[in-house]
């Protein structure tokens, strides 16, 4: 029988064996996966050093939120501030492949930037990752999209066996479970699923920091209502994005002409599959209202009703 205890305490072993007096550096992004990695490396008693890159596509308060979770577990953090850095990469860039691409590989410049010369390289990649990556790389009728964990940067460096990816058998409830096994708090555990390229994959098409703080109001509005109302837990994963499209309506006495939000909040056992959830009436009408009173440039908002597949959870 399966013990997520003795499970837990193979993985540190193999960590400590893997390691030995080298140092680990690993990313954190304060989303679940990375905080369980960062904790087993800390459990194992290894040379670690975590970063927090901020890419300037968090959501909003999300630099701060992670820091203090991260103080609670008891892991120190670096936070490097890349925003500017990765903003400017993208400008101009409407194509989502060529977004991801520029986004990894920023990532990966930032995140090397700011380690120097370590010796290995932890990542909280899992089981689902590895299979759209590998279906990525065989077909290319295939092609899901470029999970920024797969550039060619690290490629180079899995090739050089400085890679340790001691989740990557695990799909994301088993991950949650063994975070409660190493006694993350519940919480933190807890959080949606967020994607590595960030806000970027809801916001179809070029992205400015107008268009992110638009995503980023209409996005807190939602996830506040939803736990207002208590359905955050019950959901796998919920967001605002944008539909940069401008449509014409009426605020005060006068003609708007902006663009639209699209809500979305799925159900999912692993995220290669997803049905959208019928939330409660009031929410949306609550969150619609609000965005709609208090969002400047938003006059319209939508709710995605589209299931994975053929949609994708993201829009990018
Ligand atoms: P899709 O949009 O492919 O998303 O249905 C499936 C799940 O994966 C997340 N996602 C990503 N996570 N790097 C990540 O770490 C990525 O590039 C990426 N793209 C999508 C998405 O939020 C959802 O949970």
Not at 204 to 230: M, N, Q, S, T, Y
Not at 285 to 304: F, P, Q, W
């Amino acid at each position: 029988p399966f013990h997520i205890d003795d499970f837990k305490r193979e993985l540190i072993d193999g960590i400590r064996e893997t390691v030995g007096s080298r140092q680990v550096v690993c990313g954190v992004s304060g989303g679940v996966d990375s905080t369980v990695l960062a904790v087993l490396l800390k459990e194992a008693g290894v040379n670690v050093r975590a970063i927090f890159v901020d890419n300037g596509l968090l959501r909003k308060d999300e630099a701060q939120v992670v820091q203090e979770n991260f103080r609670r577990i008891g892991v120190d953090i670096d936070t490097v501030d890349a925003s500017e850095r990765f903003l400017t990469a993208l400008a101009g860039e409407g194509d989502p492949e060529k977004k991801r691409k520029i986004i990894g590989n920023m990532f990966i410049e930032v995140f090397w930037d700011a380690v120097g010369d370590a010796e290995m390289l932890a990542q909280g990649t899992l089981y689902p990752d590895v299979i759209e990556s590998a279906s990525n790389a065989k077909s290319k009728a295939s092609v899901i999209k470029t999970h920024h964990n797969r550039v060619a940067k690290i490629l180079e460096l899995q090739a050089e066996g400085k890679v340790l990816e001691p989740l990557a058998e695990l799909f994301k409830d088993e991950v949650r479970e063994l975070g409660t096994a190493l006694g993350i708090p519940e919480d933190i555990l807890q959080r949606h699923p967020f994607p590595g390229p960030g806000l970027s994959v809801r916001c179809p098409g070029v992205v400015d920091k107008e268009r992110l703080d638009i995503i980023r109001e209409c996005d807190a509005i939602f996830i506040g209502k939803l736990k207002e109302h208590g359905w955050y837990d019950k959901v796998w994963q919920a967001y605002a994005g944008l539909i940069p499209v401008k449509t014409v309506g009426v605020k005060g006495d006068e003609r708007s002409y902006e663009w639209a939000t699209n809500l979305r909040a799925v159900v999912s056992e692993d995220a290669m599959t997803a049905d959208w959830v019928e939330l409660p009436p009031v929410i949306l009408r609550e969150t619609s209202h609000k965005i709609l009173n208090e969002v400047k440039g938003i006059n319209r908002v939508l709710y995605d009703i589209s299931t994975k597949p053929p949609a994708s959870i993201e829009w990018e």
